[in-house]
DNA sequence: CTGTTAGCGCGTTCAT
DNA sequence: ATGAACGCGCTAACAG
């Protein structure tokens, strides 16, 4: 039924040794052989059985990546970004590798099954993007994964990730700290005093640094923050609409509202909107990513950009062992200030009466 | 160095066979028995082998996901909805199944190349999303190629694209043509006689057939289209600013610009906006999808929406041959008018002097 | 319900 | 430069 590599080598006159020479071009095959071969390949429209091959080589060519959420951008870019370095030569037949996207949802669960799967196909190399829970026993069951596949010679790097100690990933880290901090700074020194903070959903890292950096910034300006302005929720424009609401319901005076990220960002844009403050002349609005269509908000949406392409393709180079691992297996990744149109000078009408 | 099947077999003083059987759960196995494989298989930290499995099987757990472009919501909504159906009952080994999402770029070589590198795999199903290139020798290999695919084992579903004849492929695909024809039959009511199309790259199915509808509406309108209002591009802001500054070029007097899709129209609203013109006051704009942004869009963006989410999920489910294929194998798939506030009345003052 | 026996299709030693 | 033989780890008949 189906055609099999022997009925090549029959075909071609050769021994299924010299086929399997030729498909992978690791041996030196004479140049009348391999057109022969080649030819018998077109002619039965032969196609390599890859589980065969990989069970006979001890690895595949498939390459996993895991995110939260593949229709939110934020990850679609990162993962088109390493699927874009994992092509080319030294894979297996022809250099062609497959990336598996895999959707954790955010759940520690499926983010261990999905490891388990992986490891099952003898993954060539896996990249987990986004940020980890914190909780303690998953992020050690999550290193001691980490660690068998690291072990089994599935390499392993983290993007946009905080680092696994004594797993032997590599890690690409964002400096959410960092921007959150700037951010902040940016709105005291347009005056801003009552800000209002719209975070990411509980126990995760990326929610934690960039708060971190608010916080810091709040509190090397003297102000004391207060956690009634501070709302936890889900990535999303929904958890942005809703939280904006509550926000000018605990302090109606607010002058600006931080977002977790971007979406959420235009999530509470609308609600403020509905609420008939202007942008940023009652409120000023910030995000975090710099997602395209922040610029295209109106107004334009400040924000912390992530170079998240360019992190992504490195991930993948790195993954590929075509690039080197940074010094200690860990870089730091800056995100840049991009101040816009969404953030001005507070309302000197506001914050008093 | 790494356990086997075997080496289970052996700490639960079972056949290799018996410990297949619990871990696919396909044939009965006695409660204690199983028991003590599962102990052995935690105890030993075993992982099954996906390709020997594979192999043995002829079939594997992989199923592939063709998208043009994965950092694009709308590819990356279809995908997320397809791979949320894939898993459960009746896979290999405890029903959990990989998504492998292929980015093609819209390229029709690496289409043919994801196609039989998925064969290669022995891919369980396949699902192909978004529109097709339209060139004929393009069309005939890909026929081949799915024909081969369906005939060797591997289910074929396209969604939001045209049936593929004879190649036993369901199709679930979008109305694109109606809903060009709704969209632009609502800006005609509006009373606007000088429209701006600004179209997808040419030779694909989704540019032509939302293209198709468009003159339909002007032509049963009494409308001669000017060809020199419509531009093609491809599928970006970019795209979407740049053709807007030269359609009104072109016609200053312009009153709508109806764009490909909604992140080639929040192109063309900033163009509009950066030339200060106002939306809908000046020029009205209209996009398609009705992508997660558009409805914070300022002003919100009046588009089509299509069901990406839910046309996904059929698709993964008729993938998995969970859900009967439509009668004769085929789906129209349509999309819904939301009019929001980018169009509007055009002005009077526009379009005479 | 469980064990035994054969391959699945290919890569890779060894020879030649 | 090429061929022969073996085994990768697992599943699928068959027995029992």
Redesign the interface.
């Known amino acids: 039924m ?1 055609v099999t590599l022997a009925d090549v080598a029959a075909r071609a006159q050769v021994s299924p040794a010299t086929v399997s020479r030729v498909l992978n071009g690791n041996y030196p095959v004479a140049a009348t052989t391999r057109e022969r071969v080649l030819r018998a390949v077109d002619e039965l ?1 032969y ?9 006979a080589a001890a690895t ?3 390459v996993g990546i895991l995110v939260n ?5 934020f ?3 990162m ?2 970004a390493v ?2 370095e994992i092509g080319g030569p030294g894979g297996r ?1 022809g250099g ?1 590798r ?6 954790t949802g955010g759940s520690p669960e499926r983010e261990l ?2 490891l ?7 993954a060539a190399a896996v990249v987990l993007t986004g940020g980890a829970v914190e909780d303690p026993a998953h992020a050690a069951a999550m290193g001691a994964k980490l660690r ?1 596949l690291g072990e ?1 010679g599935t390499r392993v790097v983290l993007c946009g990730r905080p680092p696994a100690p004594d797993t032997g990933a590599i890690a690409l880290t964002f400096d959410n700290r960092g921007g959150g901090l700037r951010l902040t700074q940016h709105l005291l020194a347009l005056g801003h005093r009552r800000i209002g903070y719209i975070a990411g959903p509980e126990e995760r890292t990326t929610t934690r640094h960039r708060l971190e950096g608010h916080r810091a910034a709040l509190s090397a300006h003297g102000i004391t923050d207060d956690p009634h302005l501070t709302l936890h929720g889900p990535y999303d ?1 929904r958890s942005g609409y809703d939280a904006a609401l509550e926000l000018l319901r605990r302090d109606p005076d607010l002058t600006a509202v931080v977002a977790a990220n971007d ?1 959420v960002a ?2 509470a ?2 609600a403020l ?1 509905d609420r008939g403050l202007r942008i940023p002349a009652d409120v000023s609005v910030a995000g975090f990513d710099d997602l ?2 922040s ?4 107004p334009a949406l400040t924000t912390v950009r992530l170079p998240l392409q360019t992190a992504g393709a490195r991930a993948g180079r790195i993954a590929m062992g075509r690039e080197d691992a940074p010094p200690g297996g860990i870089a730091t990744v800056q995100g840049e200030l991009m101040v816009r149109g969404s953030t001005g000078v507070p309302d000197p009408g506001r914050g008093g009466a």
């Open positions: 189906t429209d196609v390599l059985n890859g589980p065969a091959s990989a069970l595949s060519d498939l959420d593949i229709a939110d951008p990850f679609g870019i993962a088109g699927q874009s037949a062609e497959l990336a598996v996207v895999c959707n099954t999905y388990t799967l992986l490891q099952r196909q003898r068998r089994s424009r979406t235009l999530g844009c609308a909107r395209p269509f610029m295209d908000a109106v």
